[in-house]
């Protein structure tokens, strides 16, 4: 029973690339979201989707794009790094939000830009 | 503009003892309130939630304290355990916002 699957764990990237960070869940959970934690920020809301094909932007949605084609999978797209997005990024997801709002969380993935 | 608070970033506690995080929040939209722990390298996990229309929720050696007319919540763990040694994060929704705010988080240490 996997959960919250992200990969990968760790990344280093340089000003200007794109890259992707995969989430999976294996729950049939709807409702997926991505966070970035910063020292000192707690955890911050990128992007959420309530099913496949259905995306909307959190808190800081700047710099970042999501698309939900799957129930299983919500890929997190950086366009165009930059080092203000060096931050450790945890994926989600819960069953109907309506109903309760536990989330499940991956273990993280670690993104440093230089 | 930080709409939940936890003005707290560290607490030391002896084993065996009451540990009482607090948190703070300002939106008075919010109507259901998560608390989650969370160790190095590993995502937070949930912890124990609280709805608006209750004041308090137990659930083991955890118990989640609301105040709406203060909009404050707080957590309590006893006794506490070396275990407990975590990172906690309050958290709040407005519902069918699907969004949750989080707070900065609690560093707690249980002194053995």
Redesign the interface.
Same mark, same amino acid.
């Given at each position: 029973n996997a959960g919250?699957t992200q990969t990968p764990k760790f990344q280093v990237l340089k000003t200007g690339q794109s890259m992707t960070l995969q989430c999976a869940q294996d729950m049939n959970h709807e409702?997926m979201?991505w966070?970035r934690q910063d020292p /000192?920020? /707690? !955890?911050? !809301?990128i992007h959420?989707s309530?099913g496949a094909g259905i995306t909307?932007q /959190?808190?800081v949605p700047n710099g970042y794009n999501v698309s939900r084609s799957t129930t299983e999978d919500f890929p997190l797209r950086l366009l165009s790094a930059a080092p203000s997005q060096t931050s450790v990024y #945890?994926c989600?997801s819960s069953w109907d939000?309506?109903v309760?709002?536990?989330? #499940? #969380? /991956?273990?993280?993935t670690r993104l440093t830009v230089v | 503009d930080q709409q939940v608070k936890q003005n707290s970033p560290s607490l030391s506690v002896q084993e065996g003892r009451i540990s009482i995080l607090n948190c703070d929040y300002t939106n008075s939209m919010f109507d259901y309130f998560l608390w989650y722990k969370k160790y190095p390298a590993e995502g937070p996990t949930f912890l124990i939630s609280i709805s608006s229309i209750k004041d308090k929720n137990e659930d083991g050696r955890f118990t989640v304290f609301l105040n709406k007319s203060a909009k404050h919540l707080s957590l309590h763990i006893v006794p506490s355990q070396p275990g407990d040694s975590a990172v906690y994060f309050c958290a709040a929704s407005e519902s069918g916002t699907y969004k949750y705010i989080f707070g900065t988080g609690t560093r707690l240490k249980v002194l053995a």
């Open positions: 919250v409702y979201s966070y /000192g920020m /707690g !955890l911050r !809301l959420y309530v909307d /959190g808190e #945890f989600a939000p309506i309760t709002m536990e989330a #499940f #969380f /991956g273990q993280g | -």
